[in-house]
């Protein structure tokens, strides 16, 4: 295909409404890993079990430089989920989630609501740092996409908290800007976990640290997330 044709047929599938096939290879999520002994995916039950099989995919480049593959932390029984983007450099050296600045920022608003780290599980829609905190792009989102549907179908959360852009993309699959999707619940659901769970928008701690306007705004999004589980 010429660069022209190519363009003209990702223009027709977005037109006609597809906007996540866009890769050149499918995901084999459901391949066996033979050498490792894993389960699939599909059979995967626990965090345990799947923390080892999400740090032996090869999926995503960005596990090549990153230095450890960060799934998740908290209590896995837990009600409340919270998801943001990606290990920064501190997360990736220590291998959990929020641990740096921003991490520090979250646990004042979470103490804010009357929230411990215990009482929520929390995880990023990425488990490996992009090169210099990038963004990641839309084809990284899609490959680690099933890692973080699968953490949600393990632990059932009743409400989600979406920390900034990335993650509300990812679960939403919406591109409307943080401001567009903030103040009002949205629902996720997925093929495997039927049961609809609300979820809300608010800005992503280290966003708040570079633009400290913003935390009156996200103070709001923090009190209407406690109005719904108290
Ligand atoms: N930013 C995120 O989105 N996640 C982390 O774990 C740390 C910083």
Known sequence: MTNISINSYIKFLKNIGIYSFLQDQPNNYFNKNKNKGLNTIEEIKSIKDLK???KNSEICNLK???????????????NIMLIGEAPGAEEDKNGKPFVGAAGILLNRMLNAIDLKRED????????WRPPNNRTPTNDEILQCLPFVQKIIEIV???????LGATSAKAILNSNLSIAK?????????????????NCLVTYHPAFLLRSPNYKKESWKDLQEFQRNFQ
């Open 120 to 127: 929520i599980y929390i995880t990023n829609i990425i488990p």
């Open 64 to 78: 090549k430089t990153a230095i450890n593959t960060v799934v998740g932390d908290g209590n896995e029984n837990a």
């Open 181 to 197: 999707l903030r103040g009002e619940w949205h629902e996720y659901q997925s093929i495997n976990h039927k049961e609809k769970i």
């Open 52 to 54: 080892s099989y999400i």
């Open 156 to 162: 059932k959360p009743n409400l989600i908290l979406l």
